[in-house]
């Protein structure tokens, strides 16, 4: 129930309607009985700095920030986490002591959703595919947790460049493959983790992936940024060559719960996150 106590975290983005994150962590905070609501708020871009006042002035807990805010919120907040910094943009913001604190959790929900399914990933070769905001955020955070990185990118040029600034900020290198057959097979041949941090498959265009069954094997783990569907045509062709597979939904709800944990200090009921983001994209 709401009452005069409860405090509010919000979700700011532009659209909100279709998230799914009120559901899920409405869902969590009941479960574990915390007078805390989350309640999503449409902001257009020329709102975004009343917003993050708006937080503080009116005694939020924090927030969620979603496309397109996630860069433009970082210079009213009164601290980064370093990682946000690296990045270059914030999906939770948390109220501590009286000051915003911005992290982003976008890649530690990857890395939590891959050492669930496969262990420590320290050492792992990591092919990702893709060198937009998504990409960026996984790129920090899997190199920063001992992760070897190969970038492919459609726009070669992008790829480079990200690949330069991941050496710059954390002093390893990372290889970047042309998006040609020949090369990414090669290059799927040598690793152990394969992720699609590209919109390639994702509702209404579904017959699409950029790497099919005959360049995978058997011992990859193919994890999909992607979750409408939640199984995406790459995710079914990595089925068909035996390897493990891993949905965007796992991502989406293991930020979440990091983000969950961030806002509240108590560890989230993951599988609470868990039923209720699938039954909310099943209504969608
Ligand atoms: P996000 O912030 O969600 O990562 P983005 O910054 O627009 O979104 O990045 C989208 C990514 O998907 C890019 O890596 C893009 O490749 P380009 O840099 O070449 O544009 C990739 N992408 C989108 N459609 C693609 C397609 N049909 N084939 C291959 N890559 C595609």
Redesign the pocket.
């Known amino acids: 129930m709401i009452k005069g106590s409860t405090k509010v975290i919000a979700l700011l983005g532009d659209p909100v309607e279709h998230s799914i994150s009120p559901e899920m962590q409405n869902a969590a905070l009941e479960k574990k009985k915390l007078d805390f609501v989350y309640v999503a708020f449409k902001v257009p871009e020329k709102y975004v700095e009343e917003s993050i006042k708006g937080i503080k002035s009116l005694g939020l807990k924090g927030a969620n920030v979603t496309i397109p805010h996630k860069s433009a919120v970082m210079k009213y907040l009164d601290e980064l986490d370093e990682i946000s910094q690296k990045i270059g943009a914030v999906n939770t913001i948390n109220e501590e002591n009286g000051k915003l604190k911005g992290y982003n959790t976008d890649g530690k929900g990857a890395l939590r959703a891959l050492r669930r399914k496969i262990g420590e990933i320290r050492g792992k070769e990591v092919l990702i595919?893709?060198?937009?905001?998504?990409?960026r955020a996984i790129a920090f955070t899997l190199i920063e947790s001992g992760a070897n990185l190969k970038i492919s990118?459609?726009?070669e040029t992008?790829a480079n460049d990200l690949a330069a600034e991941l050496k710059d900020k954390t002093g390893k290198s990372v290889t970047q493959i042309p998006?040609k057959s020949r090369e990414l097979e090669n290059s799927i041949k040598e690793s152990d983790i394969l992720i699609n941090?590209?919109?390639?498959g994702m509702h209404p265009k579904t017959d699409?992936t950029?790497v099919d069954s005959e360049m995978m094997h058997s011992n990859l783990t193919v994890m999909d940024i992607v979750y409408n569907p939640l199984k995406t045509l790459l995710l079914r062709e990595a089925d068909k060559a035996g390897a493990k597979t891993i949905s965007g939904i796992e991502m989406l709800i293991q930020q979440g719960a990091e983000s969950f944990e961030i806002w509240t200090g108590k560890k989230a009921p993951i599988n609470v996150m868990r039923d209720y983001a699938i039954k909310a994209m099943e209504r969608r």
């Open positions: 595919l893709g060198a937009g905001g998504a990409a990118n459609r726009t992008k998006q941090s590209t919109s390639v699409e950029i």
